[in-house]
């Protein structure tokens, strides 16, 4: 399958110390990365230039202009072969201009199965980290890896943790629930689902007019949820300086 989106929604509830949830409306962009140039065939879409849709290189991992390339040092960097596999990057395009990627994900791919996950987080505070996760087939279309927290991403949790991934890919539905653990007790579980839903500029317009305010939404309901949890009076963590770095 090409390039397409994912519609759907986003659920998020907090544990502990105080439950609080939500629940709302998302999409993300599945790109095919071995058909990554014809991105820009779309009227209202571009690479690393201004559309009302578009994607930038800088706004991901490595330091080059050529995505492609800063993918091909990534894999090398993790040891991963790139023979004989698919590659596949779901992020959040730019809208306006205007980006904030919580998670990415490049899907490696081999006999159409994930073998390999690597989730780009990026926090406020301009930092960013890859969790690279080797992928465990549970059962047919469900995988799930774990992996230490090693960033800062939320004031109210700790720097430290266990993150625990779950992936369901069918050619129709995608999922990713993840659930963080802080001293072996979950804390957090966050999950989004979808839908596949056609590239193209009806599309493009479509989500514009219905998310316009998605990525803007994204920042200003996050620093709602946490001056609310700040007013029930959880502790507040900081972010060390290295939580303040790109770290790729």
Known sequence: MSHHFLEGKIYHKRFEPKVHEFTYGFYLLNIDLGDFQSLQNQKYFSINRLNLFSFYAKDHFGKNDDFIQNVKDLLEKFKIDEEDVSLRFITLPRVCNFVFNPISLLLIIKDEKPVYMLAEVHNYNGGN??????????????????????????????????????????????????????????????VFSGKPLKFNSKNILRLFFKYWFLTIFVVTRTLWHSLKLYKKGLKWHSPTKQDETRRF
């Open 129 to 190: 980290i890859i969790y690279d996760l080797k992928l465990q087939e549970d059962e047919d279309n469900k995988y799930s890896a774990v992996i230490t927290k090693d960033m800062y991403v939320s004031p109210f949790f700790n720097r430290d943790g266990t993150y625990f991934f779950t992936l369901i890919l069918k050619e129709d539905f995608l999922s990713l629930k993840i659930d963080y653990h802080e001293k072996k007790e979950k804390s957090l579980t966050a």
